[in-house]
């Protein structure tokens, strides 16, 4: 019986940290796909709790239908005013965070950890993600998901 209450427990971890998501307007799954948005910490699918000062990572898995050398990618709070971007992540080589070169229609994953800087405002986020290949930026994943910065 203990057995199966830790097998319980370990799948609840687990399923907590999937975030909802979703695409990015004008966004087609035809370029590429974005099966599954994980976030630590996360508790509630909906938005994720983020605490200033403290370690959190998100990850997703993608399946690019290109073929490219290399990956650039950015991250943004998705404003009702428009897109502002993170210093920290702006046009970075997401090969660092991920495999590269891609193979069109090959699943992948990119991982990156990042720890909140104080002077964030406390309030609930939609965050946007663009990765795309280095060369040519209409070749791209895009995907939006709410966070709550506390």
Same mark, same amino acid.
């Given at each position: 019986m203990k057995i199966i209450l830790i097998v319980i427990g370990c799948f609840g971890v687990a399923f907590a940290e999937v975030a909802k998501f979703e695409k990015c307007y004008g966004w087609s799954d035809d370029i590429?796909?974005?099966a599954e948005v994980r976030i630590n910490p996360c508790k509630n699918?909906? @938005?994720?709790?983020?605490?200033?000062?403290?370690?959190?990572?998100?990850?997703? $898995?993608?399946?690019p239908m290109f073929n490219a050398q290399r990956l650039t990618s950015s991250l943004f709070w998705a404003s009702p005013t428009g897109d502002l971007p993170f210093d920290k992540f702006t046009d970075v080589d997401a090969?660092?965070?991920s495999t590269c070169p891609t193979v069109s229609g090959t699943q992948q994953q990119?991982?990156?950890?990042?720890?909140?800087?104080? @002077?964030?405002?406390?309030?609930?986020?939609?965050?946007?993600?663009?990765?795309? $290949?280095?060369?040519?930026?209409?070749?791209?994943?895009?995907?939006?998901?709410?966070?709550?910065?506390?």
């Open positions: 590429c796909k974005v699918k909906n @938005f994720c709790v983020l605490k200033k000062g403290q370690q959190s990572s998100i990850e997703f $898995d993608f399946t090969c660092l965070y990119l991982s990156y950890s990042l720890r909140l800087d104080k @002077f964030i405002p406390n309030g609930i986020y939609t965050l946007k993600w663009r990765l795309w $290949d280095a060369e040519d930026e209409s070749k791209e994943c895009c995907f939006k998901t709410n966070v709550k910065i506390r």
